[in-house]
């Protein structure tokens, strides 16, 4: 995969985090939100930065707005423990790629 592909998605995965956190409608279960939202909001924030320095701000910030609706909608399809279970996939996968994406190359 090349690296623009690699950025873009663990955006869009980071940004569905988020989104679902928000929508989480159990009190408690919003708290074990927590470490996925934030660990998403600082890595997220770091690879924004990155993403459109390199890649452009267009294809950054649809990265991050195409990670909305399945976090919309999957709110509001699933119950709670089950958005639980796909917010902590969502992030395990984002946190896969993010490694990938640390490992490319800087460009000068």
Excluded: Q
């Excluded at 294809?59 to 089950?82: E, I, N």
């Amino acid at each position: 995969m090349n690296e623009a592909a690699v950025y873009l998605l663990t955006l869009a995965l980071f940004s569905f985090v988020i989104v679902a956190s928000a929508r989480m409608r159990h009190e408690m279960l919003l708290l074990a939100c927590i470490p996925p939202v934030f660990v998403a909001s600082v890595v997220g924030f770091v690879m924004m930065l990155y993403a459109g320095d390199a890649f452009g701000a267009l294809p950054t910030g649809a990265a991050l707005v195409a990670g909305v609706p399945p976090g919309w909608l999957l709110a509001r399809r699933f119950k709670s423990r089950d958005l639980l279970i796909a917010i902590y996939l969502g992030w395990a996968v984002a946190l896969v790629l993010a490694l990938i994406a640390f490992g490319f190359p800087d460009r000068e």
